[in-house]
């Protein structure tokens, strides 16, 4: 995992010094590109803390170059094109979008496409990108993700999972249980609560567990949604352990105390940023950054080992 970071760091420290040079620009994040737009349009619902942070990546790497940013999201397949097409009509320099629902999205991205707009992908849609017509994906692999989460738990001596999913069609959540499902080595049960509600997802959580006590282990794939399981734990006197995807402040505390055995971070913040630069390369410079494959922001596993590593940028908002 620490390849992956390493990785991580070597690709966004190449695209900015190419951001910044062969140009003929001062080499500074303050050039103004005023007339450069992009739009950043992505599935979250709200009240999600983990898409705040693609959203703060995008916009800081707009101050960066000097180019204008517009963040927007819907978690319905059909306004989330709508948005799409929308960003289409405005002619704006290029769309980052997340993929919860690739069907749905794809009519408004070829049209993007079509027209013209560099189109590059976030988060969901890592096996899908490609046929779309996108410049690059920027994520996880929600399969090697998902297989790497159901072998550490194995490894540990848990049998029942609980795998709790807060969107409803979200193919990427669902790939991750299933991927846990594939090499956990015994029960995996998939839990659908509304991502939107923390006090109904602790409640629903809450009475599964009162309904099985045998259950071991509950995984949630979101970090807020963790928090929300160590309640819900607490709720239902049971002694099952809890396990996430995504970091908070929070979080990294309850790793801390020991409470959540560990997170997976995809790095949210890095999608935003990276999206939008690549974008902007692509702009100024004719780049197409990813030589045709996806770039990795994750999968990279947060214990106790390093939680403090990470602590400080948790505070920040930007893990």
């Known amino acids: 995992m620490k390849k992956l970071h390493v990785a991580g760091a070597m690709v966004v420290t190449g695209l900015l010094l190419t951001a910044c040079s062969g140009t003929g620009k001062e080499e500074s994040g303050d050039t103004p590109d005023a007339d450069l737009t992009y739009a950043v349009i992505t599935h979250s619902g709200p009240g999600d803390a983990f898409w705040d ?5 995008a916009e800081q790497a707009g101050e960066d170059y000097g180019a204008s ?22 002619d ?5 979008v997340s993929m919860a629902n690739p069907d749905g999205l794809q009519d408004s991205i070829e ?23 996108a410049i690059t994906h920027i994520g996880q692999s929600e399969t090697i993700a998902g297989r790497e989460v159901g072998e550490r738990l194995k490894s540990e001596g848990f049998s029942n999972v609980l795998c709790v999913i807060q969107e409803a069609g979200n193919v990427a959540l669902e790939e991750r249980c299933g991927a846990v499902a594939e090499t956990a080595g015994g029960k995996v049960e998939n839990l659908q609560v509304d991502g939107t509600d923390d006090n109904a997802v602790t409640s629903t959580i809450t009475s599964k567990l009162q309904a099985d006590d045998s259950i071991d282990v509950v995984l949630t794939l979101g970090g807020q949604y963790g928090i929300d399981a160590v309640a ?7 002694s099952a352990k809890i396990a996430t995807f995504d970091l908070s402040e929070d979080v990294i505390n309850e790793i801390k105390a020991g409470t959540i055995l560990f997170a997976v971070d995809q790095q949210p913040y890095v999608q935003g940023y990276i999206g939008v630069t690549t974008l902007y390369l692509k702009s100024i410079n004719g780049n197409d950054v990813g030589g045709g494959q996806a770039i990795n922001s994750g999968p990279a596993f947060i214990t106790t080992d390093n939680a403090d590593e990470v602590l400080e940028f948790a505070k920040n908002g930007t893990r």
């Open 53 to 57: 942070r693609v959203k703060s990546g």
């Open 92 to 96: 704006v320099a290029g769309i980052v």
């Open 69 to 90: 940013v517009e963040y927007s999201s819907d978690p319905d397949p059909s306004k989330q094109s709508e948005l799409i097409d929308a960003a289409v009509a405005d």
């Open 111 to 133: 049209a993007a496409v079509s027209a013209g707009i560099p189109v590059v992908t976030i988060n969901s849609g890592y096996d899908h990108w490609q046929g779309l017509g």
């Open 232 to 238: 819900a734990v607490e709720q239902a006197g049971s």
